[in-house]
């Protein structure tokens, strides 16, 4: 399995390489953009800028050090389910089960969600709002039914997405979906 820590060493590289600018360049231009959220300044780079999706990520996290390098898990954890999203701590802790016995399988969190990582990501989970967790699985190709839904637009690094309200609805079929999306990792 892949170093996370070479792999972003080999993305900041590649992200000069590619644009001509380093890291640190493109993370002051990102300030003084005015992009004041992740999804508007990401949008904004790629638009602007024409930077993909990763790489616009990749100065999106670092320019609001919203990613696992710039604190430590367990601070990030702490604030995600601080306040009324804690009630949707018992969810992440059913999905984080089934993820955590799943051979190589690794989690990265973030500001605002976790990534579940293989070889690459397979999926994430986010507790969006008080009432509801957002599991986000890299399906490509499976067509979505009943729960298991087209991301849309909620997220460009997952195919699709599962709404959870309490955890007893992480069952038998949403551990299917994970398991599935962690094979195709």
Do not use: C
Not at 49 to 69: E, P, Q, R, W
Not at 84 to 99: F, G
Not at 161 to 180: K, L, M, N, P, T
């Amino acid at each position: 399995m892949a170093d996370p820590q070479v792999e972003l060493a080999n993305m900041i590289a590649n992200l000069e390489a590619k644009t001509g600018k380093p890291l640190d360049a493109w993370t002051a231009l990102a300030r003084s953009s005015g992009q004041g959220k992740h999804k508007w300044l990401v949008d904004w780079l790629k638009v602007e800028h024409g930077l993909g999706h990763g790489y616009a990520n990749l100065v999106a996290h670092k320019t609001f050090a919203s990613d696992a390098g710039s604190s430590e898990d367990e601070a990030l954890m702490e604030a995600m389910f601080a306040g009324p999203k804690a009630a949707m701590k018992p969810v992440y802790d059913k999905v984080a089960a089934i993820v955590s016995g799943l051979d190589g399988a690794e989690f990265a969190p973030k500001k605002g969600y976790v990534s579940f990582r293989r070889s690459k990501q397979f999926g994430l989970g986010q507790p969006s709002t008080k009432d509801r967790f957002d599991l986000g699985l890299a399906l490509k190709g499976v067509e979505p039914s009943g729960r298991l839904e087209a991301a849309g637009s909620w997220n460009g690094m997952v195919s699709h997405r599962v709404r959870i309200a309490s955890a007893e609805e992480v069952d038998a079929e949403v551990e299917g979906w994970i398991r599935q999306a962690w094979d195709r990792a």
